[in-house]
């Protein structure tokens, strides 16, 4: 409840005139342990449903690009290489696959389940019937090779 006080005081006129001021109290906030990790945890899951799905995740990926080819790789350890989908449509690479989670509940859980499915954009033509993928020691390698009209070509000056 604020604290009222009255002060009288006059002005230039002869009538006194009342003031009241009011002790202004700032609303208090809660301390950061206030938010339970758990709480925290609830807010990522609903915003990662929001996003179409609830086991949503996307491994790790890196593009390496030479005169000859594209390279993608992705970090997805512990999986089979019979679990990936790997795809090319309509100039895009599409990269899928699913991780099951353990029959054992865990005590603590930091590692991602589920499927997940990366995109990328090619930025030149391939040649479809060539690419190829490797799985070893936890990383994915799809290599796609350039077709002819995309490697750069050396022009001579007559």
Not at 6 to 21: C, E, F, L, Q, V
Request: proline share 9%; net charge neutral.
């Amino acid at each position: 409840m604020p604290i009222r006080h009255a002060t009288r005081y006059k002005d230039s006129g002869t009538n006194p005139k009342t003031m009241n001021i009011i002790r202004y109290k700032s609303p208090e906030m809660p301390p950061l342990a206030a938010f339970e990790i758990p709480t925290i945890q609830n807010l990522l899951k609903s915003a990662l449903r929001l996003a179409g799905s609830q086991n949503a995740w996307a491994p790790p990926m890196d593009v390496y690009e030479n005169e000859q080819a594209l390279t993608v790789c992705l970090d997805v350890p512990g999986m089979a290489k019979e679990s990936f989908e790997i795809t090319l449509e309509e100039g895009a690479l599409c990269v899928a696959g699913s991780r099951p989670q353990d029959e054992e509940s865990p005590l603590r859980s930091e590692r991602w389940y589920g499927t997940f499915k990366r995109s990328i954009a090619l930025p030149f033509p391939v040649k479809e019937n060539e690419v190829s993928a490797t799985y070893e020691n936890g990383v994915l390698s799809v290599n796609l090779i350039k077709s002819e009209e995309a490697k750069p070509k050396k022009i001579t000056v007559s």
